[in-house]
């Protein structure tokens, strides 16, 4: 919710921001307004441009180290984090994916 909040907010600044530059420009003329909107641009590439070099050279968060698991008895299988797959024990019954249960014994 908070995302949209200040989505709805920069848009409000934004436009509110456009409409006083058009009356302010409609009542100075062409000329003063060309001049005026060539700085304010300026000014504009200038801070995409800070931004934009903020964002390739800051800190970038760790990842969380990876959960610590522990597997006890015959044939344990412990799965940490994010994995999925099949499992293979070593019995002679073949695999079970992640989840399925105990593997089916073979067939004499």
Partial sequence: MRKRTLVWVGSGITLAAMAGLAGYFARVGLD????????????VAVS???????????????????????????????IGGDNTGTITTG????????GDGPAASPEP
């Fill in 32 to 43: 003063a307004a060309d001049k005026l909107s060539s700085v304010i641009g300026v000014f």
């Fill in 48 to 78: 995409g441009l800070a931004l934009a070099l903020y964002g390739t050279f800051a800190g970038r968060p760790s990842r969380p180290p990876p959960p610590t698991v522990s597997a006890g008895g015959t044939r344990s299988v412990a």
């Fill in 91 to 98: 019995d002679t019954g073949g695999t079970a994916a992640a």
